[in-house]
């Protein structure tokens, strides 16, 4: 751009951000200078049209022109263990000491939409997440946290849609209409089959049940946003951080398909994806990735899949710190690591963070271990200064470097991705990799590589293979007793003994009968949870009409 183009970009910028909302805060350095907020060339600057304003397509420099003037991130953090009741505790705690939405983890058990008395269950009952087996769970997780007034997100894709429907009806009890509720819901199925591997079904009927979801919320829930696309579990399976973006991305824009397969407005359904992505230890790196995902995503789903709307273009992402990146030895070492992380999520223009606990590569977190995590992000809120000015590294030409070369990079995996389908789209791209084995193989030599450095020394993590002389003692963990398992088994057979169990198998029939047709199964499910339908009921009534599916061997 020449410099009356860059003129002229900063002329829209300032029109935009005088007419936005910003908080009552005052916007100067430590020290009482004053600092704009945003900064950019004075004269012409070829970038510019890359890079871009912020607000400005291709967001590049963040969705909004205030940048977090106008809003700060939302402090999101993921928790979940034992039962209902003990997560409910400390959600109030979080909330209490200034976290401002919910994160749920649930346990192994419902992620694998199993029942905490079934036999597969038996040892995993509370111990990775919450147990949740029907909407009394759901209703004691958030009893005393109005759901129509905090954004709930849930991490959870081959069950995802039946917990939607409990979290729905539990709302129904306590009063909020549906239309008054906001958050995300994972849902995210390809990502199951490429990196995580927690599905229940074949990727169509799958695909299936996210078009239906996706329908009724445009339809009914315009707030949610029901699909959260995860690059997080990719990036923890050991893909590198173009492998993370652009397998993420490219899952975004098969669920973009989807929805424009069921004749749905893209302009109505866009805005309810979300994403989920990885913050790790390479801090530049991390901040060049968040913001090529907002630009590649902006001008995909503007230039191929024809949004016209500046929210239908927009990337809206959670970031999580590296999970992978924390050690059991050294483990207050993980502060730290946590605390570049969740810098370099901020300085990428994060909408929502959860920090990790120092003590997650050991146990569950403690509660003092998660205080720390949570303060971990106000330290960086409230003290830092860094909310003053959007995007404070764009134009550095390191940063702009690197997301240059990582959109580059991302370009070119979608092309194989789409060269691999027998039409052309991503989606049939995507599910032709899952069945070839191609993501986990790329996953896999990736991780490989990164291993391989470790151990000849090219690649040093501070107390594993570098610095390894410590003071430390052991750390005092938390740990989920058999009791839980116990009690949870016990509540779970006195409610299914309290039913009315001629309509729990009306709302399993009428649901079984949904699924062997053509129309939209979320109605029917939302009446077998209402029921006191168990997950793994209603899962179970899915298994018996599609089956469930089975990874290809592979050597």
């Known amino acids: 751009m020449d410099a009356e183009q860059v003129e002229a970009g900063r002329a829209r910028w300032q029109a935009r951000f005088d007419g936005a909302r910003r908080r009552e805060a005052e916007f100067r350095t430590l020290s009482g200078l004053d600092v704009e907020p945003v900064y950019g060339p004075d004269g012409g600057d070829p970038r510019m049209e890359r890079i871009g304003w912020p607000g400005e397509f291709p967001f590049t420099r963040g969705l909004h022109p205030t940048g977090y003037r ?22 109030k705690m979080i909330l209490a000491a200034g976290g401002d939405g919910l994160s749920v983890a649930f346990d192994m058990p419902t992620l694998m939409g199993h029942d905490s008395d079934d036999p597969r269950s038996l040892g995993e009952v509370g111990h990775c997440g919450v147990a949740i087996d029907s909407v009394l769970d759901m209703d004691l997780l958030f009893e005393g946290i109005p759901l129509g007034d905090i954004t709930t997100s849930m991490t959870i894709s081959g069950p995802a849609v039946p917990i939607f429907c409990m979290y729905v009806v539990a709302a129904e009890r306590q009063g909020v209409p549906v239309t008054r509720l906001n958050g995300t819901l994972q849902t995210d199925i390809f990502k199951e089959y490429i990196a995580q591997k927690e599905w229940l079904f074949a990727p169509e009927p799958h695909l299936r049940l996210i078009g239906d979801l996706m329908e009724f919320c445009a339809a009914e829930v315009p707030a949610y946003k029901p699909l959260s696309v995860s690059g997080y579990h990719i990036r923890e399976a050991g893909a590198t951080a173009a492998q993370e973006l652009a397998f993420t991305l490219a ?3 098969g669920y973009v398909e989807l929805g424009l397969s069921r004749g749905l407005d893209i302009d109505v359904f866009a805005p309810g994806l979300s994403f989920f992505f990885d913050a790790h230890i390479d801090f530049f790196e991390e901040i060049a990735k968040f913001r090529a995902a907002r630009r590649i995503w902006a001008r995909w789903l503007r230039d191929v899949y024809g949004a016209g709307t500046e929210k239908a273009q927009w990337l809206r992402f959670h970031t999580q710190t590296a999970g992978v990146s924390l050690t059991a030895q050294q483990p207050y070492n993980n502060v730290v690591r946590t605390a570049v992380e969740a810098l370099a999520a901020v300085l990428g223009g994060t909408n929502s963070l959860h920090t990790n606990a120092l003590d997650e590569v050991l146990a569950l977190p403690s509660t003092r271990a998660a205080e720390i995590a ?21 134009g550095s030409w390191y940063v702009e470097a690197l997301t240059d070369r990582l959109e580059a990079e991302a370009e070119a995996i979608f092309t194989r991705i789409r060269e691999m389908g027998a039409d052309g789209t991503m989606t049939s791209g995507i599910l032709r990799g899952i069945e070839d084995g191609w993501f986990m193989s790329e996953i896999a030599e990736a991780a490989f590589d990164y291993q391989r450095k470790l151990e000849k020394g090219e690649k040093r993590i501070v107390g594993v293979n570098c610095h390894t002389a410590s003071v430390d003692e052991p750390l005092e963990i938390l740990r989920v007793g058999h009791e839980v398992e116990r009690e949870q088994r016990r509540v779970l057979a ?17 649901m079984r009968r949904a699924a062997g047709a053509a129309g939209n199964m979320i109605p029917a499910m939302l009446d077998a949870a209402r029921a006191e339908a168990t997950l793994g009921e209603i899962c179970d009534v899915l298994r018996g009409e599609w089956g469930v599916y089975t990874e290809p061997a592979r050597f």
């Open 70 to 91: 106008g809003k700060a991130w939302t402090i999101r953090q993921f928790a979940g263990f034992g039962n209902a009741r003990q997560t409910n505790e400390r959600y």
């Open 251 to 253: 899952d975004g824009f």
């Open 374 to 394: 949570l303060r971990t992000q106000q330290v960086l809120m409230e003290e830092t200064e860094i909310v003053n000015v959007a995007d404070p590294l764009g």
């Open 494 to 510: 006195e409610r299914r003994a309290a039913r009315d169990q001629a309509a729990v198998d009306a709302a399993l029939a009428a």
